[in-house]
């Protein structure tokens, strides 16, 4: 038996009137989805631990089988796994987002945090701009280090844990009352929008009409994580695919092997199909038991407030990633149990993330079932079947144990 997580990251989300009542997964085109879930188990999931703040990383964390109270040291931490930053014990590691601020305001506190991403800026734009913040930011004390798109990190040397926010909870407010209280951080941001707003990279955005990367922004403080094993865990030798650090990282702290697709970036505009490609190689040519395909674009739009952009990442997921390795593992004539779920929602309507559980769908090749409920929030709901904790969902994917209902 051969085993599929595919996650849609942020795919959940509530009901909109621009839609008619109904969510963007609802409202998709999801021929594929559809097709399965009338013979698959359809149910929710609650990833988020109670008291935790939701996010991709306790959430994917539960969605493979760790659960957060137990492994989780901090988000950056893990995405410093996948840089493959050497951490100490002394040493905290911090997300360094680069996002765009408004320009008005000559004071920066009264200036507007407008997009988390700028305007999903490339890996190769970010390492020009952190490599000229270098110079007047870097010391022995704060290192900085390259990631992927606008996604970066910087390491503080016997530095401490320090309550900051994540910029895509306070898109469209002013920054002042959300800096972080520690003098050398919040100074650093402040200087950094000085070095960065004229840099020839945002100009040349600024020109092409995309937003500027013109500020530093630190947050999802951690220190060094500790996993066991993956395969030690569940007796199964899985594979990440993912194009973003934090998911990559947690496959590195979990021993499991990952697979870098070309055209891979985390937009709405990655190479799914490459990504469908390289889970169903490994799974049938190499060895692997599981496959773990991260899909970031829903998140993404769902945070850009698109509902377009996120209908269409959502049938993007269907066409371009579950499709296809449905049809591989059918042509190959592989038994196989597939699991697609978002890690947690990520409504339109509020542009970040909430704790409320997720609807899954278990699909298995070697035994279907008779199932009435949509694939969807709702049909999840109706379903009367609920996992109550996380990191109990992949033993119910791999037959070592029963949903909750």
Same mark, same amino acid.
């Given at each position: 038996?051969?085993?599929?997580?595919? #996650?849609?990251?942020?795919?959940?989300?509530?009901?909109?009137?621009?839609?008619g009542g109904k969510t963007p997964l609802e409202a998709a085109e999801t021929p594929m989805m559809d097709r399965l879930s009338k013979v698959s188990e359809v149910g929710l999931c609650h990833t988020i631990p109670d008291g935790?703040?939701?996010?991709?990383?306790?959430?994917?964390?539960?969605?493979?089988?760790?659960?957060?109270?137990?492994?989780?040291?901090? &988000?950056?931490? $893990?995405?410093?796994?996948?840089?493959? +930053?050497?951490?100490?014990?002394?040493?905290?590691?911090?997300?360094?987002?680069l996002v765009t601020v408004s320009e008005e305001e000559a004071v920066y506190e009264e200036k507007t945090i407008l997009d988390h991403s700028s305007g999903e800026i490339t890996t190769e734009e970010a390492a020009q701009l952190i490599d000229a913040i270098r110079p007047a930011l870097e010391t022995e004390e704060f290192r900085f280090y390259v990631g992927t798109a606008y996604r970066h990190l910087t390491i503080w040397d016997r530095g401490e844990i320090v309550e900051l926010t994540p910029p895509h909870d306070i898109l469209g407010k002013t920054i002042g009352g959300y800096l972080p209280g520690q003098a050398a951080l919040r100074e650093m941001m402040k200087k950094s929008y000085a070095i960065l707003a004229e840099h020839p990279v945002n100009l040349a955005r600024k020109?092409?009409?995309?937003?500027?990367?013109?500020?530093?922004?630190?947050?999802?403080?951690?220190? &060094?994580?500790?996993?066991?094993?993956?395969?030690?865990?569940?007796?199964?030798?899985?594979?990440?695919?993912?194009?973003?650090?934090l998911l990559k990282g947690i496959a590195?702290?979990?021993?499991?092997?990952?697979?870098?697709?070309?055209?891979?970036?985390?937009?709405?505009?990655?190479?799914?199909?490459?990504?469908?490609?390289?889970?169903?190689?490994? #799974? $049938?040519?190499?060895?692997?038991?599981?496959?773990?395909?991260?899909?970031?674009?829903?998140?993404?739009?769902?945070?850009?407030?698109?509902?377009?952009?996120?209908?269409?990442?959502?049938?993007?997921?269907?066409? &371009? +990633?579950?499709?296809?390795?449905?049809?591989?593992m059918e042509a190959a004539g592989a038994e196989y149990r597939m699991l697609v779920m978002p890690d947690h929602p990520t409504p339109i309507a509020l542009r970040t993330h909430v704790s409320d559980p997720v609807p899954y769908l278990l699909y298995d090749s070697a035994n279907p079932v008779r199932n009435p409920y949509p694939?969807?929030?709702?049909?999840?709901?109706?379903?009367?079947?609920?996992?109550?904790?996380?990191?109990?969902?992949?033993?119910?994917? #791999?037959? &070592?144990?029963?949903?909750i209902c």
């Open positions: 038996m051969k085993y599929v997580i595919v #996650l849609g990251d942020g795919m959940a989300d509530y009901p909109l009137e621009e839609l935790m703040s939701p996010g991709s990383d306790t959430a994917n964390l539960s969605v493979i089988g760790y659960d957060p109270k137990k492994y989780y040291s901090g &988000r950056s931490p $893990l995405e410093a796994l996948s840089i493959g +930053v050497d951490m100490k014990p002394t040493d905290v590691s911090f997300r360094c987002n020109a092409r009409g995309l937003n500027p990367a013109n500020s530093l922004w630190f947050w999802g403080a951690g220190t &060094r994580p500790a996993l066991t094993s993956f395969e030690e865990k569940t007796g199964k030798k899985g594979v990440m695919i993912s194009a973003v650090d590195v702290g979990a021993k499991m092997d990952t697979i870098a697709v070309e055209g891979a970036d985390g937009t709405l505009n990655t190479n799914y199909e490459g990504k469908a490609k390289a889970a169903t190689d490994a #799974l $049938l040519n190499g060895g692997y038991d599981l496959a773990y395909i991260h899909v970031e674009a829903p998140d993404e739009m769902g945070h850009q407030g698109s509902i377009e952009k996120k209908i269409r990442s959502i049938e993007y997921l269907d066409g &371009r +990633v579950i499709k296809p390795v449905v049809e591989a694939y969807s929030e709702q049909g999840a709901k109706d379903s009367g079947i609920y996992v109550a904790e996380g990191h109990t969902m992949i033993d119910h994917l #791999l037959e &070592r144990q029963r949903a």
